[in-house]
């Protein structure tokens, strides 16, 4: 079974700044898609950022990129120019690319992100 | 475009009783998954529902069992509630075609309290 770690339980960064969220992850497979979801205190689960295991180059939406190193199951997140409504709790996800799957998330414990002004 | 909803909000059950949780899913998809978030913990896969049918299942005791309707709305049922079942269950849904599937859009959660 594929395992996901996330080994910063909170993390704070100032309006403005950048900040980094790790994630490793454990599979024996090669194939797969890795994602991160933000959940804000009103509990809905907001896609941030995916990134396709096959595919070398790094996601990037706007404030958000990742960097993904395959080889060391790698998959961190950085915000950029940080803003207040980014506070969240941040959740690294693993998806199997197989058909039997059930396509299921498998999810970390999640980062606390505080944003101070 | 509606998202996903899902139905009630809030829900306190006895332990021993049994309860149903609703979801209608985003316009255009056609697959429905269900996850257990436990207080301080990431979601669980609990099973996903494509065509009616359980596509796919978690670590979940056959107590928890789900349905999927024709309008592709689902329902996660669960028997016999234990304390351990008190979580937040967030369905989401997304659209599968063939070996393609979209990205996973969630609802807000029922928040489920077992005393």
């Known amino acids: 079974a594929q395992t996901v770690t996330q080994s910063q339980p909170e993390m704070s960064v100032q309006e403005a700044e950048t900040v980094t969220l790790s994630c490793t992850y454990d599979?024996?497979?090669?194939?797969?898609?890795l994602f991160w979801y933000k959940q804000p205190p009103s509990r809905q689960m907001i896609l941030v950022i995916r990134?396709?295991?096959?595919?070398?180059q790094n996601a990037t939406e706007n404030r958000f990129s990742v960097n993904f190193q395959k080889a060391a199951k790698s998959f961190s997140l950085k915000i950029s120019d940080s803003q207040l409504g980014d506070a969240a709790m941040y959740f690294c996800?693993?998806?199997?690319?197989?058909?039997?799957?059930?396509?299921?998330?498998?999810f970390g414990k999640g980062t606390s992100l505080l944003v101070t002004p | 475009e509606t998202g996903v909803t899902q139905s009630p909000t809030h829900l306190i059950k006895t332990r021993g009783q049994q309860v149903t949780l609703r979801c209608s899913s985003q316009?255009?998809?056609?697959?429905v998954s269900w996850y257990q978030q436990a207080l301080g913990q990431g979601p669980q896969f609990i099973f996903q529902?494509?065509?009616?049918?359980?596509?796919g299942r978690g670590n979940f005791p056959p107590r928890f069992s789900g349905l999927q309707f024709p309008n592709y709305s689902s329902e996660l049922n669960v028997n016999a509630l234990e304390l351990d079942d008190s979580a937040l269950y967030l369905c989401?849904?997304?659209?599968?075609?063939?070996?393609?599937?979209?990205?996973?859009?969630f609802g807000p959660g029922t928040r489920l309290t077992v005393t």
């Open positions: 316009s255009g998809h056609n697959t």
């Open positions: 996800a693993y998806r199997s690319a197989r058909i039997n799957s059930g396509y299921a998330l498998n």
């Open positions: 529902y494509y065509r009616e049918e359980e596509n």
């Open positions: 599979t024996s497979e090669s194939d797969y898609y």
């Open positions: 990134q396709e295991a096959y595919k070398q």
């Open positions: 989401a849904s997304s659209f599968l075609l063939g070996r393609d599937t979209s990205e996973q859009y």
